[in-house]
């Protein structure tokens, strides 16, 4: 059944059924990866739980620390997150409660303790809280709190809560287990699932390539065989058809060509075999007509293309017969002509290479003269390069030397004001010297005054013993003031030395810088005078310049033409030979001419 199948079919067949059991694959492991995806989403659930519990917890716990902290403290800070806290616990507990629906067990367990939560805060927290308020800041309220018996009543209600919330979390953890080796047995399943599945992928695919291949292979390799006996010489070979295939037609064809081809063969062995006959009776005639002999008659005729090639060589025998007449006739003519035109050729020849002589030495006058020329125009261009570069160095240098004035004036001017100002400085200074002058007669009618006032102070005994101290203390501030005016008066002479000296260095350096600017005129003065024989230079310079430009110019045209006319006269007498040559060649083409025309016999 396969063989009737065609090559599309059996491909779409192999190739379908690998589609279909990868479909099938896909289906299996899509349902076990939904399912796990399951049992993780239980897992979360489960860790979910566990968490809203440990929150519930975590909320008890601050609010027993707040409490706590509230009590010891009276701090309204504290009150506050412990209302907080309180608040915040009614909200967790329905989180918790919402989680568990699905599990009645855990939610009646999570409802018990709601109970005992919000009996405890009623019972417990509330009146401490409130009784913790009315003691405020009195002395050993903490104390009293810790004498009430809500305190004693409210932790067996702790206790009973978190063994409540630990038997929440050891369900939960057991469900946590149990869903979790759902989940490793479903990934064990889903693994095994996909390794069946590519393991029977691959083995069906290997089937149906070997299937395939002894399919189209077969017969293939059996029309290969054929054709390579076919081609080694075995016309009867032929090939099996095995199929009803593409590959079973393709067979059937191949035979059918090979029969029309032997076919054809033995009909055309027959008609070579007329043609020898035909082509061996004009190869007797050619032969002949090769040799010089040109008497034989070509008697092939007929339609066929043998029959019109010998109607034609029979023509062209006879035309080739009253060519060699007349071309014996014309090889006298020829020759004849050939040696007039080769004299006068000669005579061109050589006066052609006298004219060549001539323009090669013309040629090498005028490169010299124009090589000249190129010379004397880059020394022309240097020098006017130097010019312009003279000109504007020389510029450069004046505006240099005006800005050096204009700096040697301002120096000028900065050194009187600086003897002005230490002048004045000198002045001032004689001035605080006169004030010194007074200072130090001040402080010697102060020591006058002092010495007076201890006098007195010795007469006036014991009432008058402050006022010694005191005249003391004003004769030591005296002293000292004459002290400082002196060191004063010292510092004013060393200064008024140095401004003097300063004064003289201050005048002899405006001197030179005087001296200076007017050396420094005179340089400027110099340099306009060169800058202005400079520039009547440069004029001058591109007027000579432009003329050897225009020599140059012309020189390098006269060059042009010469090498022109040069190469006009040496294509003139490579003419003249080639004119020659070919004359010799034309001269030994009509002697060979006349020779070869006379080796063939015409019947005239």
């Not at 005296?478 to 003097?500: F, G, Y």
């Amino acid at each position: 059944m396969i063989k009737d199948l065609g090559i599309k079919n059996k491909l779409y067949a192999g190739f379908g059924a690998i589609l279909a059991i990868i479909l099938v694959l896909l289906l299996l492991a899509y349902n076990n990866f939904a399912r796990l995806s399951e049992a993780n989403g239980w897992d979360r659930h489960t860790m979910q739980v566990l968490h809203s519990l440990d929150r519930v917890s975590n909320d008890v716990m601050q609010i027993q620390a707040e409490t706590r902290g509230y009590y010891l403290t009276g701090d309204p800070a504290r009150l506050a997150k412990v209302r907080q806290e309180m608040a915040a616990l009614p909200n967790s507990l329905a989180a918790a409660q919402k989680l568990v629906a699905d599990n009645p067990p855990q939610l009646e367990r999570l409802r018990k303790l709601d109970t005992m939560i919000q009996g405890w805060i009623g019972s417990v927290i509330e009146p401490q809280v409130a009784r913790r308020q009315e003691l405020a800041g009195t002395p050993g309220a903490a104390d009293a709190i810790g004498r009430m018996p809500q305190l004693a009543q409210g932790s067996p209600v702790i206790t009973a809560v978190h063994a409540l919330l630990d038997q929440a979390r050891r369900e939960e953890g057991e469900l946590l287990a149990e869903r979790s080796r759902n989940a490793a047995s479903l990934q064990r399943d889903m693994t095994t699932t996909l390794a069946a599945g590519g393991a029977v992928c691959v083995v069906l695919s290997l089937i149906v390539v070997v299937v395939l291949t002894r399919a189209i292979m077969g017969p293939l390799t059996n029309l290969t065989g054929v054709v390579g006996r076919i081609a080694g010489g075995d016309q009867g070979a032929r090939v099996t058809v095995t199929s009803n295939d593409e590959l079973g037609r393709v067979s059937t064809e191949f035979n059918r060509m090979a029969q029309s081809i032997q076919d054809n063969q033995q009909r055309e062995r027959a008609s070579t075999d007329e043609l020898r006959a035909k082509v061996d009776a004009l190869l007797e005639v050619v032969s002949k007509a090769a040799s010089g002999d040109l008497t034989g008659k070509v008697t092939i005729t007929g339609s066929d293309a043998i029959g019109q090639l010998g109607q034609g060589l029979a023509r062209m025998f006879d035309n080739l017969r009253l060519l060699l007449n007349n071309v014996q006739k014309a090889g006298i003519q020829v020759t004849t002509s050939a040696t007039e035109i080769a004299a006068s050729a000669k005579q061109q020849e050589a006066t052609g290479v006298e004219q060549a002589q001539t323009s090669v030495e013309v040629l090498s006058t005028t490169k010299e003269i124009a090589s000249n020329t190129s010379q004397l125009l880059k020394t022309m261009e240097g020098a006017t390069a130097v010019a312009d570069y003279t000109t504007s160095a020389t510029a450069e240098a004046q505006d240099n030397l005006r800005r050096m004035d204009a700096t040697m004036q301002t120096m000028v001017s900065a050194t009187d004001s600086i003897n002005a100002k230490l002048a004045a400085l000198s002045e001032k200074a004689s001035n605080i010297n006169s004030v010194l002058i007074t200072i130090t007669k001040v402080a010697d009618q102060t020591n006058i005054l002092s010495l007076n006032a201890a006098i007195e102070a010795e007469k006036a005994g014991e009432a008058g013993r402050g006022f010694s101290v005191v005249a003391t203390e004003i004769r030591r501030l005296a002293d000292q003031t004459s002290v400082s005016t002196w060191d004063i008066e010292q510092m004013l002479k060393e200064m008024q030395s140095a401004v003097s000296a300063s004064v003289m260095g201050m005048d002899k350096f405006s001197e030179e810088i005087r001296r200076s600017v007017g050396e420094v005129r005179g340089v400027t003065d110099q340099l306009s005078t060169v800058m202005d024989q400079v520039q009547k230079l440069a004029p001058q310079f591109d007027m000579v310049l432009q003329g050897m430009q225009s020599q140059a110019v012309g020189a390098q045209q006269i060059t042009e033409t010469m090498m022109q006319l040069n190469d006009a006269t040496q294509q003139t007498v490579e003419s003249l030979k080639a004119t020659s040559e070919a004359v010799h060649q034309l001269q030994y083409a009509a002697s060979d001419l006349q020779s070869s025309v006379a080796t063939f016999a015409v019947n005239v």
